[in-house]
């Protein structure tokens, strides 16, 4: 995702005053967080119970207040190997329990073997403490009903700061200072809230002829796709190519109180999502009933077409097409 992909998807809640995302110095690349400063409170508490556990692509991206950056709460991440391959995540994380508060975990699984343990994960506690308590006390030792002995320790060596970080960073940020962490000071609040992981709340439903896919339930399931240069070149005739930019997706009789963080959750499985629009009344601030998505990818654009169009949410089927000349003025396309 780009930095304005970030503030796209953050302006859908509310106004954002500054986003910002980290990426490494020396090659530019995304470290896979950033931070986003709301003008109000009210905003970024909102932000955190919409976008939490928020699927997006392959990812499903953790929200929270930024933590003031201290020593207290660096290194706090470790680095688990040898969990035995029938270990699920809540019997890992009863395993750690007793040494502190954890804040995130996660085992890291294979998607070759359809989603089989590789028996390697992560736990983050909230203070550096509790994780050396940790590893003195379960490095080396053999959990019940397994064989062989776990390894623990820190993730990132503290004395290799930079070279560390990048990998790791994907999967449990060191959230440090800012407008956001200020806000987080001024409420009085750390949101731990128990530790956070995936939820597993999206899941295939199947119809025919091709495999729909549920975005409130699952992963993408691979559809048949059309031809790819004919279907572009049909799409691109039809006014759905933004040059330069990506592809158009119109999404019609959407409900009156819609608000654009729905099309994200709808859209951002299926691949990169540039940006979204709920066009409203302008009397009312409702939903007119329609609204526009712009994917970067046209193969990914091309799935979430067919896997939404038909969709039912709430109580409305949705109509998804490539944008026409005619949908922006909100008539359905007649293909």
Not at 1 to 20: H, N
Not at 266 to 284: H, N
Request: charged share 20%; with cysteine.
């Amino acid at each position: 995702m780009t930095q304005e992909e970030i503030r796209s998807l953050f302006a859908s809640i509310g106004e954002v005053e500054s986003c910002k995302l980290i990426r490494d110095k020396i090659t530019g690349q995304s470290l896979g967080y950033g931070f986003v400063n709301y003008h109000r409170a009210e905003d970024a508490e909102k932000a955190i119970n919409t976008l939490n556990g928020l699927r997006l692509q392959n990812k499903t991206i953790k929200v929270s207040f930024a933590r003031p950056s201290s020593e207290n709460i660096k290194g706090a991440n470790l680095y688990v190997s040898g969990i035995p391959k029938t270990m699920c995540q809540s019997e890992l994380e009863t395993l750690f329990a007793p040494f502190g508060r954890i804040i995130t975990s996660r085992i890291l699984c294979d998607s070759i073997t359809a989603g089989l343990s590789k028996g390697v994960g992560f736990i983050r506690f909230d203070t550096r403490g509790e994780a050396e308590r940790a590893i003195e006390k379960l490095n080396g030792t053999v959990p019940q009903g397994a064989t062989e002995p776990i390894t623990v320790k820190f993730a990132n060596n503290p004395s290799n700061s930079t070279k560390g970080l990048a990998p790791l960073a994907a999967y449990l940020p060191e959230f440090s200072s800012g407008a956001a962490a200020a806000a987080a000071a001024a409420l009085g609040v750390r949101r731990f809230g128990g530790p956070i992981h995936p939820t597993g709340r999206l899941r295939y439903i199947p119809l025919s002829p091709l495999a729909r896919f549920s975005p409130l339930a699952g992963d993408i399931l691979a559809s048949p796709l059309l031809p790819g240069a004919a279907a572009a070149a049909a799409a691109a005739a039809a006014g759905a190519a933004i040059p330069g930019t990506g592809w158009c997706i119109f999404v019609y009789n959407l409900a009156p109180d819609t608000e654009e963080s729905v099309l994200w959750q709808l859209f951002g499985p299926f691949g990169a999502v540039q940006s979204v629009k709920v066009i409203r009344d302008l009397q009312t601030n409702k939903c007119k009933g329609f609204g526009f998505v712009t994917m970067t990818n046209y193969d990914e654009a091309l799935v979430a077409i067919q896997s939404l169009n038909g969709y039912t949410l709430g109580n409305r089927v949705l109509q998804v097409s490539f944008k026409t000349a005619g949908s922006s003025t909100g008539r359905p396309s007649k293909a």
